[in-house]
């Protein structure tokens, strides 16, 4: 038995201005009379934009301190050749013969480090840095080989992103008269507002110590996510600013990541001109991927930090533009009219 077609009329579209393609419509008429303006002023507006950024880049001051301690003169060298005792220290002693404007910013760097790479990236356990207890004994396979350890015991948090947490330690100090005085360094507030208050969650069990019971801390971690900061209570478990901040994953493989602000007390305008000495306790192995780490101050402006690529990015393409308008110009000129005979 055939199926009754329907009558034609019943498969037309609606009569109405969206389905007949009534709708009103404009189309610009692109003449030279428009396009050349057009492009004289983009090209302009541009090479002003890009004189601002690059103006406000070369102002910002930054200093770059690397402490890898892989040369002999560095003064953390022996800590090289001593990764086996933990909390090796060295210091850094730096001058400033000006005022460091603040707000400064405290960063640590690395290189050659690929937190980028997928297998690295994926390797966490989502369920459990959100709290969730259940994932604590038993861990996501992703976190593999970084699951259990060698007693079967669950890693809390697990995953290769989380063991290798960056852990050297900073405390800075101005030489004055003779006398060490040490410098605040600021670390609230350092990571993103999303990790802290959304992505992340510790979960709800007081003390937080029960929470972890039956587990084991990260094979690298010298201390369990519950003792990370011993000096703020709520500064620990998986919404630690530190631990947020290396779980934001970079990148590229030269990176730097904010490890402190310096922004209270006598140095809320900045680090005074003046002898200072950066003391650290070097933990963070680098030298067995031929990586390097060093610390960087900053200070930001109004289009954030140091980046005078998108300065000479924005001259470059404004001045395209100017060539262009008067290529343009050339053309329609030699062409719309002609030489008479």
């Known amino acids: 038995m055939q199926k009754k077609e329907k009558p034609e009329a019943e498969n037309r579209p609606d009569n109405t201005a969206f389905t007949q393609q009534r709708l009103p419509a404009w189309q610009p008429i692109l003449s030279a009379g428009i396009v050349i303006p057009l492009f004289v002023l983009i090209g302009l507006a541009f090479i ?15 200093m770059e301190l690397d402490y890898t301690g892989v040369e002999q003169t560095s003064p953390c060298f022996s800590c090289t050749n001593t990764l086996q005792l933990k909390n090796c220290k060295c210091s850094l002693n730096f001058d400033l013969d000006k005022l460091f404007e603040g707000p400064v910013f405290f960063y640590y760097g690395l290189t050659n480090f690929f937190q980028n790479q997928r297998g690295y990236g994926v390797s966490k356990d989502g369920a459990q840095l959100s709290g969730d207890m259940t994932n604590f004994k038993e861990p996501d396979t992703s976190c593999e080989p970084y699951q259990y350890d060698s007693n079967n015991k669950p890693i809390v948090p697990c995953g290769s992103l989380a063991n290798s947490m960056f852990n050297d330690t900073f405390r800075l100090y101005q030489m004055v008269k003779g006398v060490k005085k040490e410098v605040p360094l600021d670390g609230k507030g350092i990571s993103w507002w999303t990790d802290y208050n959304i992505k992340y969650r510790n979960p709800s069990v007081t003390p937080l110590k029960n929470a972890f019971n039956g587990t084991v801390k990260p094979l690298f971690w010298s201390k369990p996510a519950y003792e990370l900061d011993p000096t703020d209570p709520a500064n620990n478990g998986f919404i630690n600013q530190d631990f947020l901040v290396w779980m934001r994953r970079a990148a590229l493989p030269n990176f730097r990541k904010l490890y402190r602000r310096i922004t209270e007390g006598d140095y809320a305008q900045g680090l005074p001109a003046g002898n200072y000495t950066l003391d650290i306790i070097y933990n963070f192995p680098v030298v067995r991927f031929d990586g390097r780490k060093k610390v960087v101050f900053s200070n930001v402006s109004w289009m954030g930090g140091k980046n005078e690529f998108l300065g000479i990015a924005y001259l470059v393409i404004g001045s395209l533009c100017l060539v ?18």
């Open 48 to 62: 002003g934009i890009g004189v601002a950024l690059f103006v406000t880049s070369r102002g910002l001051q930054v």
């Open 324 to 341: 262009m308008s008067v290529v343009m110009l050339i053309v329609y000129a030699k062409f719309k009219f002609p030489e008479e005979d």
